[in-house]
């Protein structure tokens, strides 16, 4: 039997196939719906994405390059491991790992918490005068909330390493700009309050 994290992997790309368009995988765990992938001269590639009835061009660097599931059943890999890299089957459960966090990690808690630290610093500074230090108030919480790895314990057995350190990279990232997001509404939240019982 298959593991589980290789049919996670190919299952967004077997319903975009339903659409007759081929899917390209990066290697953040982000998939397009593609009409052509060309090579520019710099090695960059020219993607042609298919949005719905919309189609925009993007530019995409070799090493963002994973590989492209075609309509027809077969993939093209773009994935060239160094030394140091995962080896292809590897890195597809990593991919699909970071996919998985893209779809399904919500950090909601962290963001509140971080809200409310960012409120209330923001709040205190600005009472006092220290209005300028107000950044103070998303750097601090941030920082502390940031540093905690997304918890794993929820994936048995089934979902291997490399699957599970794909999910905790994509999602702490995700993760940081949530909590970089609500220190921003904290310190304007704050920092209103305050101007407003200072004047």
């Known amino acids: 039997m298959k593991k589980i994290v290789v049919a996670l992997f190919f299952t967004g790309s077997f319903l975009l196939s339903m659409a007759q368009k081929d899917t390209l995988w990066l290697t953040d765990g982000r998939y397009f719906i593609v009409k052509s992938v060309e090579m520019n001269e710099d090695s960059s590639y020219k993607v042609t994405v298919v949005n719905g009835e919309k189609i925009k061009i993007k530019e995409v660097e070799p090493e963002e390059m994973f590989v492209l599931n075609k309509q027809n059943g077969t993939e093209k890999i773009f994935y060239n491991p160094g030394e140091d890299d995962l080896p292809f089957k590897d890195m597809k459960d990593f991919v699909t790992g970071e996919n998985f966090a893209h ?3 919500k950090p909601t808690a962290a963001s509140i918490a971080n809200f409310v630290m960012s409120t209330g610093i923001s ?3 600005g009472m006092h005068g220290m209005v300028f230090y107000s950044p103070l108030g998303v750097l601090i919480p941030t920082v502390i909330l940031a540093n905690k790895n997304p918890s794993v314990k929820k994936f048995d057995k089934r979902y ?3 699957f599970k ?3 905790v990279v994509a999602a702490k990232h995700k993760k940081t ?3 970089i997001k609500a220190g921003i509404a904290g310190i304007l939240t704050g920092g209103g309050i305050s101007f407003i019982i200072v004047k």
């Open 123 to 125: 709040l205190f500074l």
């Open 177 to 179: 700009l949530w909590l």
């Open 103 to 105: 779809n399904n990690y």
């Open 165 to 167: 350190n794909g999910y």
């Open 160 to 162: 291997n390493d490399n």
